[in-house]
């Protein structure tokens, strides 16, 4: 050392440089430093409740609903099929669907047969085995044949309707009675029109009544106490009953219906020195309206009763003497 001092043996061994190691010797690894611990993630535990409810919200009951829609669609349908059918056309349905023998049925010459281009069409009716019965079918059930107007056909069953042979005798009667209540309806209206435009007979119209029965539409001309169509125990019209009168028969001529004529008395007797009482009065006064109705157009084979009750059937039970008993009733009736 540059001091002179004699160095240690302890710090000439640290001073001494290392001596490599022998070859082939390896190395002694250094030590490497322990790794950080991770925490752990924690574990979640989801847990799925069944509260009974899946079934519901499933798509098994779509298929349910579809079923009983189909089944409630094809039920109205045979429904309406049904009602709009008559017995023969039933009859026709029923044999085109009976079972046939196979021996009537010729191959080869069929609907839709001979491959590709062979045979005839598949709506052609002539190649069905039994043409006329699969043609009657088809007319009859087809929703053309029940179909409202069409560009090409404006009317269908126009032809078969408009028929009367073609109707039975309950449908027939059916359309008289729809058409009668039409022109009832009509009749009603146009003889309120009439006396509500006419100035001689103000206050009048209520004392025009319309019933409708089973016998058909009545006509009833009431008195009151300030108005009466005829003079007392005579046949003679007064002049507002006679303006009145001609009012109502004047609509009555534009139908063809056949007419009741019957005439009303109160209770109330007159005296006479001819025997005549309130029956004779009331069928004289039914005949005399029955000539100013025929006067004004109406043809004598269309009036089909003529009738006097008296008192019998009043307007006012309570009251046999109310003046409202006293009244023509005129019935136009149902055609037959």
Do not use: C
Not at 4 to 14: F, H, M, R, V, Y
Request: charged share 30%.
């Amino acid at each position: 050392m540059a001091d002179g001092s004699q160095a240690k043996p302890e710090e000439l061994e640290a001073q001494a440089p290392a001596e490599p190691p022998p070859e082939g010797t390896p190395e002694a690894a250094p030590e490497a430093a322990p790794a950080a611990e991770e925490p752990l993630a924690p574990i979640i535990v989801k847990k799925i409740i069944d509260d009974g409810h899946g079934g519901a919200h499933g798509g098994a009951w779509k298929i349910a609903l579809a079923d009983m829609m189909t089944a409630m669609m094809a039920f109205f349908l045979l429904m309406w099929l049904l009602g709009a059918s008559n017995a023969d056309q039933r009859k026709s349905i029923a044999d085109y669907f009976r079972p046939t023998s196979h021996s009537n049925v010729t191959m080869g010459k069929l609907a839709g047969s001979d491959g590709m281009l062979g045979g005839r069409s598949v709506i052609d009716p002539e190649g069905f085995p039994f043409s006329a019965k699969q043609t009657a079918a088809m007319e009859r059930v087809t929703p053309r044949s029940q179909g409202g107007p069409t560009e090409n056909d404006p009317a269908p069953n126009a032809q078969e309707r408009s028929n009367p042979e073609s109707l039975t005798d309950a449908e027939k009667k059916q359309v008289a009675e729809q058409q009668d209540k039409a022109n009832f309806d009509k009749l009603e209206k146009e003889v309120k029109d009439n006396l509500a435009k006419n100035p001689r007979l103000e206050n009048l119209s209520e004392q025009v009544k319309f019933v409708r029965e089973k016998e058909g539409l009545r006509i009833e001309i009431i008195d009151k106490a300030d108005f009466a169509m005829f003079g007392l125990g005579t046949t003679q019209l007064t002049p507002k009953a006679q303006v009145l009168l001609n009012e109502v028969a004047k609509s009555m001529t534009k139908m063809d219906n056949k007419l009741a004529i019957r005439g009303h008395t109160d209770s109330v007797a007159f005296a006479n020195t001819d025997g005549r009482n309130n029956w004779s009065l009331s069928a004289e006064r039914a005949e005399e309206t029955r000539k100013i109705i025929g006067k004004k157009g109406v043809p004598e084979n269309r009036f089909a009763k003529i009738e006097g009750v008296a008192d019998s059937a009043p307007y006012n039970p309570n009251d046999p003497k109310d003046p409202r008993n006293r009244r023509i009733s005129i019935t136009v009736m149902y055609k037959d």
